[in-house]
Structures are given as structure tokens and as C-alpha cells.
């Protein structure tokens, strides 16, 4: 079976645009999870998505937001980007979902100037 | 909250070297433990884990027990490899109204010398 994917695996934006971010999971996974990985706060849950509806979500402002399709293929959104946004961001599958083992994508290297 | 502590790191051992990585954690409910592994350009992969107390995960080599009295999970190795060298994070998910909400450790970098 072919991994979790993400795209774009890096990516360069300035303060204040938007960015959206690509994730396609695992074959027969329905649930996709976002994660923020920084230096400086670790691994931080963003949210959950398990068949088009959003299922669980962590501490982050509004200014983050998801979405997941019919096959379900996830996008992860940022608007307003701040400086603070740079980071790794993660996504993982699992067939039902963020309580048991998550499969992490390579992830995309997020850096606002 | 939930939380995890683990062992601040690097962690520098030479092969063949025996490995432990502490982990201990804080949970409202009856978690499930994990170890992730991540190597440099990855993303995180499952390195074991276990769903209750006194259940012992076990791969590659790596051994934790899921510790409910000592409310740890600390990984072990008898004898490691170059190829270990890596950032190891420990993880819980534990269910709350509902919804389980993963907790990650801030990670500890292995560096295994020939």
C-alpha cells in the first residue's frame, strides 16, 4: 500500500497571505489528523477529520481550519500567516480514527518570511 | 490536561550500548501508549505501543511497559545500532467526552556512535 502523501513538501510564504496544504491518505483510511511541529512547542494536535466531518480539534486559533473530501484526502488551511506559523506540518491516517496508531505523511516544511 | 515528560536529550551512546528513554505521563482516563520514531526528512512511524497496564510493546529490538502504578513507558533496547540514531517520541491517547485528543512528548534525539 502506498504511504500517507502531502504536498507541497516545502513551501515559502510572507506574512499576512494564506497557504493551503495537501494530504492524501492512506487507501481505506478515513481518518486524517493535522499536527504543527516546532522546535520550540513539540508535536501540537491541530485537528481531526473522519469521513468529511471535522471530529476532534486541539488548542489553535480560528485562523487554522481543515477540510476532508469524499475519498478522503484532507486540506489543512492558514490564514493570515504569521511568523510564528513556521513549522512542520504533519498529517496522519488511520482507519478509525486519532485514538489508535496514526501513519504520518513526510510532511510539509512550512516557512513564513 | 494530559500531558508527557520525557528524558531531554541528545542521548549519546556508542554501539552496542544499552538504551533506555524515560516517559512518564499524565492522563484523566486509561490511555494507550506509544513510541514513535523519526528519522531526519520523515515523517513520525509507529515504533510500539500498548492499549493497558502491564502490557509490554515490543519491536525492532525495542521493549515498554505500560506502568499504570509508576504512570510510565519508558523504551529499552539491549543493544543499539548506528541506524537507531533517530528522535524517538513518546506518545498517549486518551479519550475524553468522546473525543481523543493525541499527546506528544517534546522528543528525544538518539545518536549512536560506531
Known amino acids: 500500500k502506498a504511504g500517507v502523501t502531502q504536498t507541497p513538501r516545502y513551501l515559502i510564504k510572507t506574512r499576512g497571505q494564506q497557504v493551503t496544504l495537501s494530504c492524501s491518505p492512506i487507501?481505506?483510511?478515513?481518518?486524517v489528523s493535522w499536527y504543527q511541529q516546532t522546535p520550540g512547542q513539540g508535536l501540537q494536535f491541530l485537528f481531526e477529520y473522519f469521513s468529511e466531518t471535522q471530529r476532534n480539534k486541539g488548542n489553535f486559533p480560528g485562523r487554522f481550519s481543515g477540510r476532508q473530501f469524499s475519498n478522503s484526502r484532507s486540506e489543512m488551511n492558514v490564514s493570515t500567516l504569521e511568523l510564528g506559523d513556521s513549522a512542520l506540518y504533519l498529517c496522519?491516517?488511520?482507519?478509525?480514527?486519532?485514538?489508535?496508531?496514526?501513519?504520518f505523511g513526510p510532511g510539509t516544511r512550512l516557512l513564513v518570511l | 490536561g494530559d500531558s508527557v515528560t520525557q528524558m531531554e536529550g541528545p542521548v549519546t551512546l556508542s554501539e552496542e550500548a544499552f538504551l533506555t528513554i524515560n516517559c512518564t505521563y499524565t492522563a484523566t482516563g486509561y490511555p494507550s501508549l506509544f513510541w514513535y520514531v523519526q528519522y531526519p526528512g520523515e515523517g513520525l512511524q509507529l515504533l510500539l505501543k500498548a492499549t493497558k497496564a502491564d502490557d509490554k510493546g515490543s519491536n525492532k529490538g525495542f521493549e515498554a511497559t505500560y506502568r499504570k502504578e509508576t504512570t510510565s513507558f519508558h523504551l529499552e533496547k539491549g543493544s543499539v545500532q548506528v541506524s537507531d540514531s533517530a528522535v524517538y517520541f513518546c506518545a498517549l491517547s486518551d479519550e475524553t467526552g468522546g473525543s481523543y485528543i493525541p499527546t506528544f512528548g517534546r522528543g528525544t534525539s538518539l545518536i549512536v556512535h560506531p
Open positions: 496522519a491516517s488511520s482507519y478509525r480514527g486519532s485514538g489508535e496508531t496514526q501513519y
Open positions: 487507501s481505506g483510511h478515513r481518518s
